[in-house]
């Protein structure tokens, strides 16, 4: 099993920026992409942005170059830089790994975080 722990969360005012990290503990060998992704109210959860454990990123075409996701050297926590945040991405944002084992491959979830961007 591997936990997930998110903090960084918060309220700031329209083109504020906030930091979100992640921590994962565990059974941690194996995980490869680690990411975070966002549910706002009435909506879908969308992608925001991913980092395999060789540094690929993808990110939701709604960034714009507004956010930078990175992982520490031991690849066991990932942040989300976010800058130039706008209204619309308050929304709960939840951390998300996934694991590679001779079992297969798992996904894990941290329990979200709230950003609120206040205009």
């Known amino acids: 099993q591997v936990q997930l722990v998110e903090s960084g969360g918060g309220s700031v005012q329209t083109g504020g920026s906030l930091r979100l990290s992640c921590a994962a503990s565990?059974?941690?060998?194996?995980?490869?992409?680690m990411g975070w992704y966002r549910q706002a109210p009435g909506k879908q959860r969308e992608l925001v942005a991913t980092i395999t454990a060789r540094g690929t990123t993808n990110y939701g075409n709604f960034v714009k170059g507004r956010f930078i996701i990175s992982r520490d050297g031991a690849k066991t926590t990932v942040y989300l830089q976010m800058n130039s945040l706008k209204p619309e991405d308050t929304a709960v944002y939840y951390c998300?790994?996934?694991?590679?084992?001779?079992?297969?491959?798992?996904?894990?979830w941290g329990q979200g975080t709230q950003v609120t961007v206040s205009s």
């Open positions: 998300r790994c996934i694991k590679t084992s001779a079992l297969g491959q798992n996904d894990y």
């Open positions: 565990g059974s941690i060998f194996g995980i490869n992409v």
